[in-house]
């Protein structure tokens, strides 16, 4: 029985901004930590062909990260929330003595063995890694820049899947110069810090039942990429 409140007109109403918020993190039990590869990434049975595959392939989605970012940017009238976006594509490209995110999975490449041009020359990219990835970049720029923020609350799942590498890697790979996790161990503040921001452009926007549920297909498309990048990196490394 359908038991959803309506208005006046028939329309549902919206959900309570802490219940948005709740369906909103319950999407996380699609985030890619769940993936076939990850989970055994997780379990210490990843090759060391597999793991450098999955460094390669997953810097494609990085060096793109500050592209997404940007045209975020390009479509937001609002100074403030453009003050506050800025910060992402720092962190990702770095500024001055900081050399950001972008530099760390360099690194982490060169800890596990792939030497920085090769990596950068991005020849490792598997096909539907970069039709995945492109496909979201090209959805940030078309999209509503409300839905593009919206999709980047993946953020929220993300300091777990840092945490379980960081608690992992060392004992199930230790043949991985440790010093290539700084990566993961910078993300999980950061990744903590933009979900403060992106869940409030959300919640403050998305107001109606409509629209909500708009957000959580958004959400989801972007669960989708990442499992997708995730599938094509399996298929490429069996």
């Not at 060169?110 to 039709?131: C, H, M, N, T």
């Not at 820049?145 to 980047?152: D, I, L, R, Y």
Request: glycine fraction near 6%; hydrophobic fraction near 40%; proline fraction near 5%.
């Amino acid at each position: 029985m359908n038991t959803a409140i309506q208005d006046d007109a028939g329309a549902e109403q919206p959900w309570s901004r802490a219940e948005f918020e709740r369906r909103l993190r319950a999407r996380g039990e699609a985030y890619h930590i769940h993936h076939p590869f990850n989970v055994s990434m997780r379990e210490g049975r990843l090759s060391t062909e597999q793991i450098r595959g999955w460094v390669a392939n997953r810097f494609y989605y990085q060096v793109k990260i500050p592209q997404k970012d940007g045209a975020i940017i390009a479509n937001c009238p609002d100074r403030e929330t453009r003050r506050k976006w800025v910060l992402r594509i720092l962190d990702h490209d770095g500024w001055e003595d900081n050399p950001g995110g972008i530099e760390a999975w360099t690194r982490l490449g060169e800890a596990v063995g792939i030497k920085r041009d090769l990596l950068w020359s991005q020849k490792l990219v598997a096909p539907g890694v970069r039709f995945a990835v492109d496909a979201y970049v090209n959805f940030a720029r078309s999209a509503p820049w409300q839905e593009a923020v919206c999709s980047s609350l993946t953020e929220m799942f993300a300091p777990k899947i840092h945490q379980d590498r960081l608690a992992t890697w060392p004992q199930h790979y230790p043949w991985i110069e440790p010093t290539g996790l700084q990566y993961f161990r910078s993300r999980i503040s950061l990744a903590e810090r933009d979900v403060v921001h992106g869940l409030q452009v959300t919640l403050d926007h998305f107001t109606t039942r409509t629209q909500q549920e708009r957000a959580l297909d958004i959400l989801q498309f972007k669960l989708d990429v990442l499992w997708s990048i995730s599938d094509a990196i399996a298929l490429a490394y069996p």
